[in-house]
């Protein structure tokens, strides 16, 4: 894959999970009956929600800022990670193995917007340096 491709795909991808992500954050903390009743129903606490919320579009700032925050994207993409796999077992216990589409949907876009990522940024760029 060339550097354009790769590029292009790790745009793509980080427009789409931000996209979802940021729309997500949006309903959490709108009170949105789209999210907000589907979180409800699986048993998160509103306060919970609205904490949720706020770091879904504080993330989407931080992925969505070209070349910068490297060593905070991590913590983004752990973030993001741990909401899906959170999402899915919960949508699983509760709703049913069809709820859960949307959590590997969105596994496999955030998945493809990490690896290339790393593709861009190997881990020596992220990494802090040390001023001697």
């Given at each position: 894959?060339?550097?354009?491709?790769?590029?292009?795909?790790?745009?793509?991808?980080?427009?789409?999970?931000?996209?979802?992500?940021?729309?997500?954050?949006?309903?959490?903390?709108?009170?949105?009956?789209?999210?907000?009743?589907?979180?409800?129903?699986?048993?998160?606490?509103?306060?919970?929600?609205?904490?949720?919320?706020?770091?879904?579009?504080?993330?989407?700032?931080?992925?969505?800022?070209?070349?910068?925050?490297?060593?905070?994207?991590e913590w983004v993409y752990a973030g993001i990670f741990?909401?899906?796999?959170?999402?899915?077992?919960?949508?699983?216990?509760?709703?049913?193995?069809?709820?859960?589409?949307?959590?590997?949907?969105?596994?496999?876009?955030?998945?493809?917007?990490?690896?290339?990522?790393?593709?861009?940024?190997?881990?020596?760029?992220?990494?802090?340096?040390?001023?001697?």
């Amino acid at each position: 894959m060339t550097i354009k491709t790769t590029k292009t795909v790790y745009w793509t991808a980080t427009i789409l999970i931000s996209l979802w992500f940021g729309a997500s954050g949006f309903f959490e903390l709108t009170t949105n009956p789209i999210v907000w009743d589907i979180t409800v129903q699986l048993g998160y606490p509103a306060h919970f929600i609205y904490i949720l919320g706020v770091a879904k579009l504080s993330g989407m700032v931080v992925l969505l800022t070209p070349g910068k925050f490297l060593r905070l994207k991590e913590w983004v993409y752990a973030g993001i990670f741990f909401d899906i796999i959170f999402a899915f077992f919960s949508k699983l216990a509760v709703l049913g193995l069809p709820a859960t589409v949307d959590a590997i949907v969105a596994l496999i876009i955030a998945g493809t917007s990490y690896v290339t990522f790393r593709k861009l940024y190997p881990f020596e760029y992220t990494r802090l340096q040390v001023v001697k």
